[in-house]
């Protein structure tokens, strides 16, 4: 119910969208990144994430704060991995998206937070056209996988804002 035809976008050097796509939601994302180790000696590889994502977009568009979401304490989605490589986004009145990542660039604070993305829809049969995940917080990968057990799962919480075109 918030207008968003104005919002800008955090600055950053990702490919912004067309002027054909619309903002439709930014959503915040509150969840864990996850990792697996092979051994403890191994390097912790993705396995992808998952995420409550709440409607934020009023927040962002009067400028206040994302450290929470107090206006909307009701899911609007979830995100999710189908696989290792292929997100999908569940969102209410909008549907499930998978997508592919076409591009990353570290987060301003690249030694604590997860890099910013933009996603983009594999089908068109659906109203997504892209996404963006900006803003993020934590979700980074330990550097090693010093005392986990081979097949172990290990999960970081991170944040993030989700703008959805």
């Known amino acids: 119910t918030c207008g968003l035809s104005t919002v800008q976008q955090p600055p950053n050097t990702l490919t912004p969208p067309g002027d054909h796509n619309q903002l439709v939601l930014i959503a915040l994302g509150q969840g864990t990144q996850n990792y697996t180790c092979t051994n403890e000696t191994a390097v ?12 934020a977009s ?6 206040s704060s994302l450290g929470s979401v107090a206006e909307d304490a009701n899911a609007v989605g979830q995100h999710f ?11 209410i009145g909008l549907g499930n998206t998978q997508l592919k990542k076409a591009e990353a660039v570290p987060a301003p604070n690249a030694a604590a937070d997860v ?12 109203p ?11 979700g980074l990968a330990p ?23």
């Open 81 to 91: 991995f189908v696989d290792n490589t292929t997100p999908e986004f569940d969102i």
């Open 143 to 165: 550097a090693t996988c010093a005392g986990q057990a081979a097949g172990a799962v290990v999960q970081v919480d991170y944040e993030a804002q989700y703008w959805v075109y």
């Open 115 to 126: 890099p910013w993305l933009k996603l983009d829809a594999t089908k068109t049969n659906t």
């Open 44 to 55: 912790p590889a993705s396995i992808g994430a998952v995420a409550d994502l709440f409607n």
């Open 128 to 138: 997504v056209r892209s996404i963006y995940r900006l803003n993020t917080k934590g």
């Open 58 to 63: 009023c927040a962002v568009s009067q400028k």
